[in-house]
């Protein structure tokens, strides 16, 4: 996905492609002189770097799917450590952590509920390891609940932390 500059300074918001990365600072001043104040982009580390650096005012947007793709990777990235940690190695369909690593990046409401249970209980069986995993899944799980209230003015207590 490439970054979308965002003009809101007119009666009607109007998105336009941002330029790449090696022409961000060659346009910065045209942008700015657009009224360009946000910028939505998938955060890859290049282009936050080039947006930073040509439009250091500008507020940097994500969407909800590429948020829950950065909640989603860090799951992986946890249950990769985890094995790593523990065994010493990459892991294998043996491991429980890593026999449930699919189970572990599908959304709740898609898993049946015996699904759920088994990966659920085969995680805390392994004890430490496993509850970092499913630490990482229920924070994964609590951002994609907050992101679906985005734009439906929740009550306060509604939202929980």
């Known amino acids: 996905m490439r970054p979308v500059a965002v003009n809101r300074s007119g009666p009607r918001t109007r998105a336009v492609p941002a330029p790449r990365c090696d022409r961000v600072a060659e346009r910065a001043a045209a942008v700015l002189a ?3 104040t946000h910028v939505t982009m998938d955060l890859s580390c290049s282009y936050v770097k080039a947006v930073r650096e040509a439009l250091p005012d500008a507020v940097l947007v994500a969407d909800q799917f590429h948020l829950v793709q950065l909640a989603n990777r860090m799951v992986t990235d946890v249950c990769q450590r985890v094995i790593r940690e523990t065994q010493g190695r990459r892991g294998r369909k043996s491991d429980p952590a890593w026999n449930a690593r699919r189970r572990l990046l599908t959304i709740r409401e898609r898993l049946r509920p ?4 088994k990966m659920w209980k085969s ?3 392994t004890g430490e390891a496993g509850m970092a995993i499913l630490t990482a899944y229920t924070v994964k799980e609590a951002l994609r609940s907050l992101l679906a209230m985005a734009g439906t003015n929740p ?3 509604l939202i929980r932390t």
């Open 155 to 157: 009550e306060p207590h």
């Open 114 to 117: 015996e699904t759920f249970d």
């Open 123 to 125: 995680l805390i069986d």
């Open 34 to 36: 657009g009224g360009f």
